[in-house]
């Protein structure tokens, strides 16, 4: 059993519900707080010949990209060779483990079930240690999550992971949830900048929105998303935080699941190879603890609206 400070383990659900009493609610409060959730195998149905499947790719790997992508509402795959004669497989195992996700947090998450946005899901088959990034785009620093080309104006990033290596850990350093580090380094981050735009900055993001309306390829960022991906790179680039701030080493056991709002909780993968992943967007009305949110978070801090 894993005994990581930074998680919860979960044992009153498993792949056939609930084996006591729901306690979905607080759940979603340990979440939302800055905890990750873990099972120790998988609570949804991950058939053997699927995984199998997805591990067979290593064989093939000179066809992989980086990273599997699948957009589950237009059915749609990335990184993968449009000839590949693969293609068709790894679409049908995306999808199928896209939707049996979508019902697991469905019924464990109750309160995020009627308002979500389904956001896309990933299947990584590279080896994290040692990949040669670019520093803004390295996972093994401590960073919160912002998507550059989906902003979500305030909603929140949770994403469920499986660790679907037969034999090896995937490794993760995480650090102190939001409500805890964002007030410690906000401003120094620059927040009030990004809360108050001046006349100038303002007429651009106008333009920005005006562009985004009439279809253009622009992401219509509030002001919320523009700090969140500021911040993103931030926390990246000071080496005083990812050196001296408080954090956590946990070993994602081969087989485990694990849940975690990833815009909220700073994480590093330091090691591993083949994780699932889905990624779910949850807006502000559905949350349960609110307050604890990044966007509110903020907004304490800026004493200002930063949604727009
Ligand atoms: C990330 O969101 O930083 C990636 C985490 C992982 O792939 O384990
Ligand atoms: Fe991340």
Not at 61 to 87: V, W
Not at 90 to 106: A, E, I, N, R
Request: net charge positive; proline share 7%; charged share 25%.
């Amino acid at each position: 059993m894993n005994t990581s400070p930074a998680c919860s383990v979960v044992t009153d659900y498993t792949r056939d519900g609930w084996t006591a009493a729901d306690r979905s609610r607080d759940w979603c409060t340990e979440l939302e707080s800055g905890k990750m959730l873990l099972f120790d195998g998988v609570p949804f149905d991950l058939p053997a010949a699927d995984r199998d499947f997805l591990l067979s790719q290593k064989q093939t790997e000179s066809r992989l990209h980086k990273n599997i992508s699948y957009r589950p509402e237009k059915n749609l795959l990335r990184g993968i060779a449009g000839d590949s004669p693969d293609r068709e497989r790894m679409q049908q195992v995306m999808g199928h483990y896209s939707k049996q996700v979508v019902s697991f947090l469905m019924s464990f998450l109750a309160p995020y079930a009627r308002d979500f946005k389904l956001d896309y899901a990933s299947f990584r088959p590279l080896e994290e240690k040692s990949r040669d990034l670019v520093l803004h785009k390295r996972n093994d620093l401590l960073h919160v999550d912002a998507f550059p080309t989906r902003p979500t104006r305030g909603a929140r990033i949770l994403r469920v992971f499986t660790n679907i290596n037969p034999t090896v850990d995937r490794v993760w350093t995480t650090g102190e949830p939001f409500h805890v580090m964002a007030p410690k380094l906000a401003d120094s981050a620059g927040l009030l900048r990004f809360a108050n735009p001046s006349v100038a900055e303002r007429a651009v993001f106008a333009a920005q929105r005006a562009g985004h309306v009439v279809g253009l390829p622009v992401p219509n960022r509030s002001r919320y998303d523009r700090f969140m991906l500021h911040f993103h790179d931030w926390l990246k680039e000071n080496v005083a935080f990812q050196s001296n701030s408080p954090k956590v080493r946990t070993d994602f056991s081969p087989g485990c699941t694990w849940l975690v709002f990833t815009d909220g909780v700073p994480h590093a993968v330091l090691s591993g190879q083949y994780v699932l992943e889905q990624t779910f967007i949850i807006p502000q009305r559905a949350l349960v603890a609110p307050e604890r949110s990044p966007l509110q978070v903020l907004e304490t801090i800026a004493n200002t609206s930063l949604a727009s």
